[in-house]
Every structure is written in C-alpha cells, then in structure tokens.
C-alpha cells in the first residue's frame, strides 16, 4: 500500500488554505453595502441639519396644516416660538380660541420641531400690520389661512430668508431675502 507519489498527483484529502474568488466577492460585496448604509444615515443626518433641510420640513409642515384642513374639515394652528427656536403644528379641538395665549388653545400635538444654528427664526410679520419677535401662530381652517403674513429666518451666513404665507390662495413657499409684503391700507388711503 505504500505507493510512490509523483510531482503531479494530488493526494484525495488535500485542502489548499486561502478563500475562493467568489467567496472574497461575497465578502467585498456585504462591507460594501455596510458601508454604503451608514453612508447613508450619516449623509441623512448631516442633511437634516442643514438650513434648506429645516426650512423646507418647516414649509411642508405648513402646507400639510392647509391640505388637511382643506380635506377633512378640522381646524390646525402652527405655534412659531422665536425665542425658543422652534415650531410645532397641533390640530385644534376645541371651539373656543385662545388670541392672547395659543399655547392654551385646545388640541392634540402632531408636529413639535427645534431649529438649529443653521436656521434661526427672527421675526414674523402679519399681513394685518403686526409683528412678532417672541410668538406667533397660524391658523388655518377649510377655508384658508385665518392670516397671512411671513416668517424671516436666517441661514448659516446671515442670509435672510423669507416664508410666505399667502391668506388667498393657501400658498405657502420659501423666498431668498426678506421680503417686503403690502401692508394694509387704511380707510382714508382707498381711492373708493
């Protein structure tokens, strides 16, 4: 049984140590798409930080107050809060309305948001002549915003940045500068 081994025969249990191309593949493949997600969730991160992020999520929580209102009939309020930095969108549920104080106005939180350094609120004029350096709000209802007006935010390099809220036709949309809006004119300066 003692056979003699030539350069070229393989022995019937021999194991060569080292991965398969296609295993290293499969290998190369998964860490690629490791890594590929975190990517991801650090690019989201970053993103969702950034000024044209926090306004846009800002615009979208608007617009979404004057849809639902719109379809289903109920009333919404936007609490713009200056001196805390943030916002927050509630749907109101009581009949009775809070002018001096919204934050007591009855209603169930749906949206509650911080700003960061890169996107700082710093005043909200109404279409009616007010404006606000501290608090304000937003109502809408299903016939539209109960006041316009616009909300002046700066970005990162001290841009002004204005949002508009339009009383008319529901519209609301983010604008470079701080916009000038008509203001209301009195009884005596209407030529009718």
């Not at 289903?72 to 927050?88: A, L, P, S």
């Not at 749907?91 to 350094?117: A, K």
């Not at 209301?184 to 209407?190: F, G, Q, R």
């Amino acid at each position: 049984m003692n056979a003699e081994m030539h350069q070229g025969d393989v022995l019937p249990h021999s194991h060569t140590n080292g991965f398969t191309m296609a295993e290293l593949l499969v290998v190369l493949a998964v860490v690629s798409l490791f890594v590929l997600m975190a990517q991801i969730n650090l690019f989201g991160l970053l993103r969702k930080n950034t000024f044209r992020a926090q306004t846009q999520e800002l615009v979208s929580t608007m617009q979404m107050a004057a849809s639902a209102a719109a379809e289903t009939g109920r009333r919404y309020e936007i609490i713009i809060d200056i001196t805390e930095q943030g916002y927050e969108l509630k749907q109101l549920t009581g009949s009775e309305i809070y002018v001096d104080r919204p934050d007591e106005t009855p209603g169930e939180m749906i949206v509650q948001n911080n700003l960061t350094d890169n996107c700082r609120l710093i005043y909200v004029w109404f279409d009616d002549g007010i404006d606000t350096n501290t608090k304000a709000w937003f109502r809408v209802g299903p016939s539209g915003w109960q006041n316009g007006g616009k909300i002046v935010l700066l970005d990162e390099k001290d841009q002004p940045y204005t949002i508009v809220v339009n009383r008319i036709n529901r519209i609301v949309a983010l604008e470079e500068g701080d916009l000038e809006l008509l203001e209301p004119k009195s009884k005596n300066d209407l030529p009718f």
